[in-house]
């Protein structure tokens, strides 16, 4: 389809293991946000993209969280050392505009990750 | 305290009823005000903007008001499949472009 998707859907990982969750936005979006999203709770911004740029990572809970996109197009989240704490859905979102004042961010259906 | 703070619910009202839901937010220089819908295990949606005028879209409306970092939504004659969670969302001022979302209110609507 044409929105956007994420990978893997359903993880379960062991505590302290690498997780790595990718997301390839809508064609030609420009802006690129993953949030967290923890059960009963709205999502938290974690980190955006403009193109490859990472311009915003105030979000990001501890340096065991990493993002990139190189290429202005995929991207991927990537938790080192997993912790229980880290179990979430993680949502990417993109918006076609620099900016996301329009308000509208198409969002992918999330990746749920356990952490055991 | 949470930049954008809403009643969790959840709020459980008959078909044909109208609720409201409420929201507040902290950063005064906030600009930009959105209603987002999500459905159980799914993503979130937009639903409509909020204008400071005030703005309708059929059964809901939405408004403003600056002055008391206040935002509503009102659902006139519910139906089954407004059930939801609404989340609240604002774009504070400056340079940042990331959207703040609320904990999100529970509707259930009951046949």
């Known amino acids: 389809g044409a929105g956007v998707s994420q990978s893997p859907r359903y993880k379960v990982a062991k505590r302290g293991q690498d997780v790595a969750l990718r997301c390839d936005p809508i064609s030609g979006h420009v802006s690129l946000f993953w949030y967290q999203q923890a059960l009963g709770q709205g999502p938290e911004f974690l980190t955006y993209?403009?193109?490859?740029?990472?311009?915003?990572k105030s979000g990001l809970p501890s340096d065991r969280f990493f993002a990139e996109r190189p290429e202005g197009s995929v991207s991927t989240l990537k938790i080192q050392r997993t912790q229980q704490e880290d179990s979430a859905v993680y949502l990417c979102a993109s918006s076609p505009a620099g900016t996301s004042n329009t308000g509208e961010l198409f969002f992918g259906e999330g990746s749920r990750l356990t952490v055991l | 305290r949470k930049e954008v703070e809403q009643d969790p619910g959840p709020f459980n009202v008959p078909e044909g009823a109208t609720v409201a839901f409420n929201c507040t937010y902290s950063n005064s220089a906030s600009q930009s005000f959105f209603w987002y819908r999500q459905d159980c295990r799914k993503e979130p949606k937009l639903l409509m903007s909020v204008y400071s005028s005030g703005n309708e879209d059929g059964r809901f409306t939405a408004q403003l008001n600056r002055a008391s970092q206040y935002i509503s939504l009102l659902i006139r004659d519910s139906k089954l499949s407004d059930s939801a969670t609404y989340l609240c969302?604002?774009?504070?001022?400056?340079?940042?472009?990331?959207?703040?979302f609320g904990t999100g209110t529970l509707l259930a609507v009951q046949p």
């Open positions: 993209f403009q193109n490859e740029a990472q311009l915003d």
């Open positions: 969302v604002v774009i504070p001022g400056g340079a940042t472009n990331k959207l703040i």
